[in-house]
């Protein structure tokens, strides 16, 4: 027992109803009977039942989805690679909203659409009967009936106002063909794929020109040395408080030895000893003892050096930049000067 | 075919008594699309037509703009190559034109999506012959705004290491960081609005199949995935067209809102405001419906859509704009003032810079073409109705748009809490890849509209079947019948 499929072409809307009420009175079942047409005609408008579909729960399914691989990403994996941060919760709540907010969108379209594409049946290989004029707006109707019926069917198609009739085999099963397709479409993405991971494995590796292991450098002890830039802020008179011009050594006067002196009974004398020796309240908690200022080997130090070590510090030694200005330091060098004397 | 005319069924005219309900028809015929029938056959041949068409100027368009992409991608070697200092980023300006750009065309990308779905789910009939020219929009871009990011990278060759994925370096991308947010906000909305064009595309794609040869037929084969317009086909189609528009319009509303965070989150001042949400939304869609309005005018003129494209949607598309001219105008107003009667030291500096510094000209030249402008004009049908006039409005819009992010992203950061460390953007090699992302979205339009209807014909002759006239009283008026 053959089935055939007869396709006819209507103009609109009304003929294409009574066509099917025809069908229905010859005995052929609706689900034997498809309307192909250009434009949506609501199921009201051919006569027909409204169609049932499950798009609306496989977009819920891929909310669903959606909303548990966000809960993996934001709430299971940071406890698998936990980096603790210092009063920072490893899940905190917000932005794991956020997160689960995107994902359950994404999910929902992503299974909507693969929903769609399921339901439907695509991508639709093989053969289907159908007309290239349905998409000129005509409406075609497609019934797939017993071959005892077919003549009855066809008169009742053109007495209806059926403008073009076709009788076809009912079309043959899926091929072997599109397996192959299929395969091959899943090799050509599969390639990539394996070519992006082997990179991202590392087991394949470009040696990129600025990869930062390639860069030259130069060890400590090492020649040669590179220039200092231009823009190098120099040992001496460096600027190193916006607005406050650059230091220059103050020249040795009395006005100077005496700021000196009172700075340095402010700042110094609680490690060094009033008179330098480093003999001060505070000396015995430090190991090592803070310099005797009188020694040969603070002497030997140059101006600047002096300057240098008020101004950045020296082993135990905190920096006296906040509490001296360049100015003030210098007077404090001329007093340190003046101790061995 | 032509045997069969008189019986397609918009054909069927109601029939008129008099000679003035004639004329009233004829007027409204000429005015509305919906109401100006032509035969499906005529439809296709004037949609599919312009896609063969390479005249001249599409070709001189199509050098200029390949040479200007190419040149972007040279700069972008040298770029990789020398590294992030030859755009002139430095501190305190560490996000520069490439982030500019980024919030610039995701905000250009709103206006597709939006005018699609929203409009879809309001059911309003004039969206039908615009839509997917707008969701073209969207598609280049958001392509654009991921270039952009991308641009942004140091180390570029490092990105993959973003994706979650078991490695050899034992390392996990926090997914609670604002990058994060970003990113996935920017993949769902690419991926919604690729799906939700190509949905659109299916019928037109299957027309397309049964009207062409050769390798177009081919192509266009393959695309349709086998349409053929089955009741099961329709309904399932109109459902994930309905998921979808519902899906996607928080999506676009998510995305500028986390594209508003990334500044919103940092203690910079200027940033630091919980109003930054909706109003970097508003800009967008501002910025996204003038780019709407340059496209139509340009593909009307260049693809010769005269029939498609009509005053009324121009007009509808203007009033859209007027109003979000003044919705701007209000978010505009509240960033400001807030900051402003705080008295933040650093904001004192900035709204000097603006009012009397060296952004003056940025910021009066931003107010003249985002406000004064578009509230000046679009009030007036006259203007609504000139597409000229909405051109010039809308390229002002943009450039007022853009100078808005230019002045919040490298302005703002360079008047930071420091003072020693401030500083004045120069843009340098930014410039040149500025022009390139433009130039990128214009070629792929293009490209685009000699490959897909630009035009969704499916959708214009299911408004001409569902649209009519009837007439009350003296006067015929159109009437639209909701199947759904």
Known sequence: ?341 | MSTHETEYPVWRRPVLEDESLEEQAEHLRRRHLLLDPRYPWDMNDDVLKPMYQTSRTFWVLFVALFGLVMMGVVTWGFQIYWGLGITGLNRPINWGLFLVNTVYFIGIGHAGTFISAALRVMKVEWRRPISRAAETVTLFALGAAALSIFMHLGRLWKAYWMLPYPNQRQLWPNFHSPLMWDFMAILTYLTGSVLFVYLGLLPDLAMARDHTRGWRHRFYSILALGWRGTEKEWAHLETTLNIFSYVIIPVMFSVHTIVSWDFAMALQPGWNSTIFGPYFIIGALYSGVAAVIIVMAIIRKGMRLQYFLRDEHFNGMAMFLLLLTFAWAYFYFNDYIAPWYHGEPAMKVIFDLFRRGWAAPLWFLMLFGNILLPAATLWQRRVRRSIPALVVIAIFVQIGMYLERYLIVPVFLGYNELPFSWGIFVPRAGVILTIAALAFVFLGYLVFSRFFPLIPAWEILEGQILQGLRRIGRALLPTRTDVH
């Open chain 1, 1 to 341: 027992m053959a089935n055939r499929s007869v396709l006819a072409l209507y103009h609109e809307a009304t003929s294409t109803a009574d066509t099917i009420d025809r069908l229905r009175e010859l005995g052929v079942p609706d689900e034997s009977i498809t309307v192909m047409s250009g434009i949506p005609y609501a199921p009201a408008i051919l006569g027909r039942r409204p169609m049932y579909e499950r798009l609306a729960p496989i977009a819920l399914i891929g909310a669903v989805g959606g909303f548990l691989a966000a809960l993996f990403l934001t709430v299971v994996t940071p406890h698998l690679y936990a980096i603790p941060v210092g009063g920072q919760p490893l899940v905190p709540g917000p932005p794991t909203i956020i997160i689960v907010f995107e994902f359950t969108m994404l999910g929902t379209l992503l299974a909507t659409f693969g929903g769609l594409l399921a339901e439907i049946a695509f991508p639709a290989v093989g053969r289907h009967e159908y007309d290239f004029r349905i998409t000129e707006g005509h409406i075609g109707v497609l019934a797939v009936v017993d071959e005892s019926l077919v003549e009855q069917v066809e008169s009742a198609l053109s007495e209806t106002g059926a403008h073009h009739l076709k009788v076809a085999d009912t079309s043959p099963p899926r091929g072997p063909q599109t397996l192959k397709r299929l395969a091959f479409v899943g090799a050509f993405a599969a390639v990539p794929t394996i070519i992006g991971l082997l990179f991202a494995y590392a087991l394949l590796v470009i040696p990129l020109p600025n990869q930062m292991v390639n860069q030259a450098s130069i060890a400590y002890d090492q020649g040669p040395r590179l220039a200092a830039p231009a823009e190098a802020v120099p040992v001496q008179g460096s600027v190193l408080v916006a607005g406050v011009p650059a230091s220059q050594p103050v020249a040795v006067t009395a006005d100077s030895l005496q700021r000196g002196s009172i700075l340095f009974t402010i700042n110094c004398v609680q490690c060094h000893g009033p008179d330098g020796t480093g003999i001060g309240r505070m000396s015995g908690y430090f190991v090592p003892p803070p310099a005797d200022l009188t020694s040969e080997r603070v002497q030997a130090l140059s101006d600047q050096q002096i300057f240098l070590v008020l101004t950045q510090g020296w082993g135990l030694m905190p920096s006296m930049a906040e509490n001296l200005l360049p100015v003030d330091r210098w007077d404090v060098v001329n007093h340190v000067r003046s101790l061995q004397k």
